[in-house]
């Protein structure tokens, strides 16, 4: 047990190393995969610190009584301050899982009532001059856009734009985003992944509006200027004196752009199968882990079944 | 079998007028106040049927997504507005809004370093 149960940790490590190294060659369609991946990863640290904290049971008179009286060797697995760590990582867990989710839930309310004060229909243009343009889930899903967007476009890049709002919202991008920013708030080891995987939406509807439109050049060339008219906003990473507006999403999405430009600029993606081996196994192994750590604990218990 | 296939037919020839809608209401809200039907068809990608453009005129403002002005013979049609000010302001107000609730936000184009916004607009030079 003492092995297994970390187990999930250090592969969480592996995966959150794997996705910074290869989402920028990996073919777009493979988020789903990191997706799962990361839900494996998290649901079997998760667990992992669930029996860690339960081994803190142990220490009770509850269980000491018990096992005197039918004559136990109580083991002691793990050291009690691991156990009393895997409590506290486990509130501070749901705490974060918690603020995620009512973060979540917020926005898409008021994106949605944007769209409402815009009047209906699928597209929601909102007259201000900041250029920005959003999918916003529901049934049925909106095209959010502001005005300042539409006019620095011309017909075909706005076209790009509404086919890669489109295929966000047609793919339901936003339960792989959702399920990602959970796995790493259970645990933050994951943080890499959810920025692979809101890269990888990004360009899984890229390629979907190159599809659209035919050309991956005009959507290049929409992302160049939708990205441009928004000025550069945020200075240089760690210049003196000034934070980055959105720290974590900068992480990545920083250069998201100019990598998702240069990627448009390049060969398109080779298809390729859609889970790649290395995940896959990554997978397989906290599955085995989670088991094995599972198996492991109820070895130590078993004797508290009546025979 | 049959009837699978000429559903599946109709959704997509459906869906391929919704996207039309679409195009052409965010033309019209780019343009700088009415425009005609002829203008509307250069604005929008593809070169569209001047019938079709007019056809996807009368559509949105039936369903009461634009309005239009007679000028002379012609129309001069421009998007109605909602409750700009409120969308405005609900929408400034999300985008303050802090680092947890930005997060969520699925940006088409994020925000550019000073760095990103250079080569960008040196891809964009080499390539027009």
Same mark, same amino acid.
Request: hydrophobic share 50%; with cysteine; charged share 20%.
């Given at each position: ?8 940790? *250090? ?10 190294? +290869? #989402? %920028?060659?990996? $073919? @777009?369609?493979?988020? &789903? ?17 669930i029996l860690l904290a339960a ?57 949605? *009532? ?10 929601? +243009? #909102? %007259?201000?001059? $900041? @250029?920005?343009?959003? &999918? ?15 006019s620095a476009l011309d017909g ?152 | ?54 056809t996807i005129l009368v559509r ?69």
């Amino acid at each position: 047990m003492t092995f297994s149960v970390y187990v999930p940790a *250090a592969l969480s490590l592996l995966l959150a190393a794997i996705s910074r190294i +290869v #989402v %920028a060659r990996t $073919a @777009p369609t493979r988020a &789903a995969a990191f997706v799962v991946a990361a839900m494996l990863c998290a649901s079997a640290a998760t667990w992992g610190l669930i029996l860690l904290a339960a081994t803190l049971l142990g220490n009770t008179s509850l269980v000491t009584e018990e096992a005197n009286e039918r004559g136990v060797q109580l083991q002691d697995p793990v050291p009690a301050l691991i156990g009393v760590t895997a409590v506290v990582l486990l509130i501070l867990g749901t705490v974060r899982v918690v603020r995620v989710l009512r973060a979540r839930r917020a926005t898409i309310r008021e994106l949605r *009532a944007v769209c409402r004060s815009c009047g209906h229909g699928e597209l929601a +243009v #909102v %007259a201000l001059d $900041a @250029p920005h343009a959003f &999918a916003v889930p529901g049934r049925p899903g909106r095209i959010l856009i502001t005005r300042g967007l539409l006019s620095a476009l011309d017909g075909d890049e706005r076209r790009v734009v509404l086919a890669h709002e489109r295929a966000h919202l047609q793919s339901r991008h936003h339960w792989l985003r959702a399920a990602t920013e959970v796995c790493a708030a259970v645990n933050p080891v994951l943080i890499p992944v959810r920025e692979a995987v809101a890269f990888l939406v990004e360009r899984c509807a890229d390629e979907h509006a190159a599809r659209v439109t035919g050309s991956r050049a005009l959507v290049a060339r929409a992302l160049t200027k939708a990205a441009l008219a928004g000025g550069a906003t945020v200075t240089t990473k760690g210049a003196p004196g000034i934070t980055p507006v959105w720290p974590v999403a900068l992480a990545f999405a920083g250069c998201g752009v100019s990598a998702r430009v240069a990627a448009l600029h390049s060969d398109p993606p080779r298809p390729e199968p859609l889970v790649p081996g290395g995940v896959l196994a990554l997978g397989v192994a906290t599955t085995v882990a989670a088991v094995q750590a599972t198996i492991a604990f109820f070895q130590l218990i078993y004797w508290l079944w009546p025979t | 079998m049959a009837s699978r296939a000429s559903r599946s037919s109709r959704t997509s020839a459906r869906r391929a007028a919704g996207e039309l809608e679409a195009e052409v209401l965010a033309a019209l809200w780019a343009a700088d106040g009415a425009v005609t039907a002829a203008q509307v068809r250069q604005a929008v990608a593809g070169g569209l049927a001047y019938n079709t453009v007019q056809t996807i005129l009368v559509r949105l403002y039936e369903k009461g997504l634009i309005g239009r002005v007679a000028d002379g013979r012609r129309h001069e049609y421009f998007p109605v507005k909602g409750a700009e000010e409120l969308a405005a302001e609900q929408m400034q107000a999300l985008l303050s809004r802090g680092q947890d609730r930005q997060a969520v936000l699925q940006r088409f184009a994020t925000s550019l370093s000073v760095e990103d916004a250079q080569a960008l607009r040196a891809m964009l030079r080499r390539r027009p």
